[in-house]
């Protein structure tokens, strides 16, 4: 076992890991890291406990498997299995001296899929930039964010439903607890993610449990602000698995999986509660995130919150809705008698009309909306909150978007590396200079700097942001209007739609 071949070995509180090189040179990768132990058996549908020791050294040079979910083709893992709470650390530095700031993602996938071995979260490029890059797996679907009244009963909480949530925490308590091994500063841990896993780090800055387990936060497109089902509701839900908890939990993994469909529809409502995601359990969240923020009950750290100019067309591209009676019919199931304000905001002619504007309803209520809800509860707080919104359509692709989850290549640095796919030498560029900003971010909680200036925090009176694309600058007013009427829809509601 030579030197080139494999970096230093690193002690864990679990045990010694032994890792490999990254194709990055100089940046070492140690993967399929258990961060707790395996939540199978009677460890189903129960929060996480801390990993197992081992004996000797353990080989960390594969992915661990990824958590049960429908077929993932971004997986690099090539095996789904319970036994899934695992993570990848790209580090420039073994060296408990190096002090290097983490970024800690976690991924998205609206709650039901994705993989820390996803090719495009590949941490090597970021960590080459002078951080410690971390990716971890956390469940998803009916094996992270099942409530049951069999499962409540059980708990010391009297809750159940976030498991996957409470992946998340473990996670970040376990980066707490062993980064510096890995040259990481537990002092400076900026937590990431896209989308579901945005929205999930949205919620644990409102959560007591995670009190002091990062100083800086970044969120790309998060899933936030939506309204949370109350544990009873998600409880009442659960049920239709069956009424027998152990019976369940002695199914196979493959028969949970199945009957998921009972609990995710296939058309989601944009206003009001989806149950196979994290919940209001009053414990691990206490109130819905939009009520959080809004009034300061939470954790305020610097924090780089945006998203995408079309967050929506792709998302909504199979809905089945083609005509103006079919938008009629989705504005007053989500709207009620506030469906003439939505007509103010989102013109519909025609039915031509009618798929881009489902796209932008979708975008705003989803994603856009939380974002700039986010960064103006931080900035109420005192704190510097630095919002985005990324411009760049893909130089050699179809010329939409950009989409959802597009931005992700670009922090990576996967923009260019390998087949370079749509990209050409300005989608590169533009990813030097967004990585460098996360990692400075991450660094100092400011991304300014070198190839990035002039991003100042959010200002609420402005509805600021900074462009990301071909322009790098500040822009305003974002999607003011139609954000202010979701604004005063969700303040003082709505008669329910009939």
Excluded at 247 to 259: F, I, P, Y
């Amino acid at each position: 076992m030579s030197v080139e071949a494999h970096p230093a070995v690193v002690a864990t509180t679990a045990g010694r890991l032994q890792g490999t090189w990254a194709e990055r040179a100089g940046v070492a990768v140690f993967r399929g890291v258990p961060f707790a132990a395996p939540p199978v058996g009677e460890r189903r549908w129960r929060e996480p406990e801390p990993a197992e020791a081992w004996d000797g050294v353990r080989s960390a040079v594969a992915f661990g498997a990824d958590c049960p979910q429908a077929p993932y083709e971004r997986s690099r893992a090539n095996r789904m299995d319970e036994d899934c709470l695992t993570l990848n650390i790209w580090t420039p530095a073994v060296d408990r001296q190096a002090k290097l700031p983490v970024l800690v993602w976690f991924y998205g996938g609206s709650f039901l899929f994705g993989s820390a071995s996803d090719p495009r979260s590949d941490g090597a490029e970021l960590a080459a930039r002078g951080a410690v890059v971390v990716t971890a797996n956390y469940r998803v679907g009916l094996f992270g964010f099942l409530a049951h009244p069999g499962l409540s009963a059980a708990s010391a909480s009297a809750t159940s439903g976030n498991y996957g949530l409470a992946d998340n925490l473990a996670a970040l308590r376990w980066v707490q607890d062993n980064i510096k091994a890995f040259g990481g500063d537990p002092g400076r841990v900026t937590p990431f993610g896209v989308s579901a896993g945005s929205a999930s780090l949205g919620l644990l800055m409102t959560s007591p449990a995670a009190r002091g387990l990062f100083s800086r936060m970044i969120l790309q497109s998060p899933g936030a602000f939506r309204p949370l089902a109350p544990l009873a509701d998600a409880e009442a839900a659960g049920l239709a698995l069956g009424p027998d908890i152990e019976a369940l939990r002695s199914l196979d993994a493959s028969e949970v999986l199945a009957r998921t469909a009972l609990l995710a529809p296939k058309v989601r409502s944009l206003t009001s509660h989806r149950v196979l995601r994290p919940i209001r359990d009053g414990v691990l969240v206490p109130a819905d995130d939009r009520v959080a923020f809004g009034t300061g009950r939470f954790h305020a750290v610097p924090t780089l919150v945006g998203g995408m100019v079309d967050e929506g067309s792709k998302l909504v591209a199979a809905w089945p809705h083609a005509t103006v009676a079919d938008w009629d019919e989705l504005v007053a199931a989500n709207f009620g008698t506030a469906a003439a304000e939505v007509a103010q905001h989102y013109r519909v002619a025609n039915d031509a009309d009618v798929a881009g504007r489902v796209a932008e309803l979708f975008g705003d209520t989803q994603f856009t909306y939380g974002a700039r809800g986010i960064a103006r509860g931080v900035a109420a707080r005192g704190v510097a909150a630095y919002r985005y919104l990324f411009t760049r359509r893909a130089g050699r692709g179809d010329g939409s978007g950009p989409h959802h989850g597009d931005c992700v290549p670009y922090v990576f640095g996967g923009v260019g590396r390998g087949d370079s796919g749509p990209y050409d030498e300005a989608d590169a560029a533009l990813a030097e200079r967004i990585g460098a900003a996360w990692v400075r971010f991450a660094a100092t909680g400011d991304p300014n700097g070198a190839g990035l200036s002039g991003w100042a925090p959010y200002d609420p009176e402005a509805d600021s942001h900074y462009e990301l694309g071909d322009r790098c600058g500040p822009g305003s007013g974002w999607r003011r209007g139609a954000l202010d009427f979701l604004d005063r829809f969700y303040e003082y509601g709505s008669p329910s739609p009939t």
